[in-house]
Each structure stands twice: as structure tokens, then as C-alpha cells.
């Protein structure tokens, strides 16, 4: 059975840093797509950004130029790299693997269980 576990979440202080990290127990071309997503209180799931395994990647306007996603394959690990964070970006933010995707649209995917953080003025 495929596991995917988050951590790394935490408070910060507006314009912190955090970094999350995502170890899939079944790593390898069957997760052709990684990705983080987030959810805040009364609002629905959202794309923050993906990496397949050619490297592509994809984010989401809200965090481009902040956040940077990257892998590391021998440790099945994917790793969202957080920076000037904002108050906005205070949610759930959950990691997703699945065997394809386009863009944010996953397609038989894992998910985690999700990671809090939260971002102070």
C-alpha cells in the first residue's frame, strides 16, 4: 500500500520561512507527479505547485518567486521551499503523488495527511 506522509509545518511570522517535506513509501516512475496542494478554513483545495519526474515543474501565480519545489530521489522525498511567507498563505497543506497529471489535475492520486501552517502579521 502506497503512503504518503507530510511534515515540516509549523508558525512563522509574516515574511518567514518554512520548508515542507513529503516522503512517498513507493517512490518511482508509478509517481510520475508530486505535488503540494493547500486548504484554508471554508475554502476549497488549491494547486501551490508540482514537479514530475522529468523535473517540470508548475505553480501557482499566488507563489511564484517565493516557493520552490525540488526532489530528491533517493531519499523519495519531495520538498517545498517557503519563503516571505504571508498571512494568506496560512492553510492545510496537503502532498499528493499520482502517475499523471497536467498541471494541477492529478489522476489517481495518493494524498497525505496534510501538514498545518500558519503565517502571523
Known amino acids: 500500500q502506497v503512503q504518503v506522509a507530510e511534515s515540516g509545518g509549523g508558525s512563522v511570522h509574516f515574511g518567514g520561512s518554512l520548508r515542507l517535506s513529503c516522503v512517498v513509501s513507493?517512490?518511482?516512475?508509478?509517481?510520475?507527479?508530486m505535488g503540494w496542494f493547500r486548504q484554508a478554513p471554508g475554502t476549497e483545495r488549491e494547486g501551490v505547485a508540482t514537479i514530475r519526474s522529468d523535473g517540470t515543474t508548475t505553480f501557482a501565480d499566488s507563489v511564484k518567486g517565493r516557493f520552490t519545489i525540488s526532489k530528491d530521489n533517493a531519499k523519495n522525498t519531495v520538498y517545498l521551499q517557503m519563503n516571505s511567507l504571508k498571512p494568506e498563505d496560512t492553510a492545510m497543506y496537503y502532498c499528493?503523488?499520482?502517475?499523471?497529471?497536467?498541471?494541477?489535475?492529478?489522476?489517481?492520486?495518493?494524498w497525505g495527511q496534510g501538514t498545518q501552517v500558519t503565517v502571523s502579521s
Open positions: 499528493a503523488a499520482a502517475p499523471v497529471c497536467v498541471g494541477f489535475q492529478f489522476r489517481s492520486e495518493t
Open positions: 513507493r517512490y518511482g516512475y508509478s509517481f510520475y507527479c
